[in-house]
């Protein structure tokens, strides 16, 4: 493919840089992402994976937009309130880049749909809240072996890695179920910065595009903390479990499992 | 501009500099930076190690810009030259090699 003037103007700064050129544009055109959720830190993510030239966005949200997003889901406005996030991620991402195709999914993902949505998308952002779709994310990652950057936020603190099936850790190696219910705050009592999840699905569109472009240090085998509050970054190294339930030697985890939500407020 | 070579007598033959008769050439006047860079770029990433590329601009930073942005990627300037005026425009000529893929 031949650039358009336009395309030349709008990718212009990355063709620039050695790192990425005319050939590593083309790749992200080329490149095709799944985000889990367009939430907190899935607007932020995307909002930026679609003006990199990422060609194909898939975007999973099963709820509608509510006032409570817009203290930090940029991809909706106040005109989006009561319409399917999906939806509004896809209108805003259009606009800004043309070049970007956005297929929105309104079901909420779950052991029987999840494969056959992500098998043909090249990498996998996780950007959910809540437990039950973390581990059904990753252990589909891991039977597929797609690439998967985790991120997940709480109050001021986040966490970002990126798992590479087969190659380094995945969620369960660092925390092999989920936590027992009553363990976690309820999602009422929680509470976010709202510029959280900025930082944290910002820092999780970094790792993919590196990944998509193949060049670059990833996240593989560490754990990046971040304090908002503190204003401070932290990583921890981070293994492979050998007793991995999933990508262990003798995994236990063969077909996906739907853990019971602990918190009956979707957001 | 100091660094310039501007051996080039107005009406001189494009082929004789540089000793390589360019694979290719672009007509990048009108364009501005960075977009003289990114052009030059393109085209070369476009054309195989050896060959050459001729690149006309009349936009005068680019005569000291590109020569340089392309050399920090590893490819070789063999030569940059001002034409003739036409007009009251200045037109330069840089001759570059692709060296690196």
Redesign the interface.
């Given at each position: 493919m031949d650039f358009s003037e336009e395309q030349i103007k709008r990718y212009s700064r990355h063709i620039i840089l050695p790192e990425v050129g005319g050939r590593g544009q083309k790749k992200l055109l080329q490149s095709s992402v799944f985000l889990v959720g367009a939430g907190g830190l899935g607007c932020p993510a995307a909002y930026y994976l679609a003006a990199a030239g990422v060609g194909k966005l898939g975007i999973a949200d099963g709820d509608d937009v509510d006032h409570s997003n817009l203290q930090r889901q940029i991809l909706h406005s106040t005109k989006d309130v009561g319409y399917p996030k999906a939806l509004s991620a896809k209108a805003t991402l259009e606009a800004l880049n043309p070049d970007v195709e956005v297929i929105p999914f309104m079901h909420r993902l779950n052991s029987e749909n999840i494969m056959d949505i992500i098998k043909d998308y090249d990498v996998i952002l996780d950007g959910s809240d809540n437990f039950p779709t973390r581990y059904l994310v990753n252990d589909a990652c891991v039977l597929l072996k797609k690439p998967l950057s985790h991120g997940s936020i709480f109050r001021f603190e986040g966490q970002v890695t990126t798992i590479l099936p087969g190659e380094g850790p995945c969620y369960r190696c660092l925390f092999e179920t989920p936590p027992p219910p009553g363990m976690v705050p309820s999602c009422q009592e929680a509470g976010v910065l709202g510029v959280l999840p900025g930082v944290i699905g910002v820092i999780q569109a970094t790792e993919v595009v590196k990944l998509l472009l193949g060049k670059g240090q990833l996240l593989k085998g560490q754990l990046l903390l971040y304090n908002a509050f503190t204003m401070e970054f932290k990583k921890v190294k981070i293994r492979r479990n050998p007793q991995c339930p999933v990508c262990g030697e003798n995994p236990t985890i063969k077909e996906l499992v739907d853990y019971q939500e602990f918190c009956q407020v979707h957001f | 501009m100091s660094s310039i070579t501007k051996k080039a007598p107005p009406q001189a033959d494009p082929s004789a500099s540089g000793g390589l008769s360019p694979s290719k050439s672009i007509n990048l006047k009108g364009e501005v930076c960075?977009?003289t860079?990114?052009?030059t770029?393109?085209a070369l990433?476009e054309m195989s190690v050896g060959e050459v590329l001729e690149v006309i601009v009349d936009h005068e930073p680019a005569v000291e810009n590109v020569p340089r942005?392309i050399q920090?990627?590893g490819q070789k300037v063999l030569a940059v030259e001002k034409l003739n005026d036409t007009g009251g425009t200045t037109t330069w000529r840089l001759v570059i090699k692709k060296e690196k893929d």
């Open positions: - | 960075p977009y860079f990114v052009k770029k393109l990433e942005s920090n990627e």
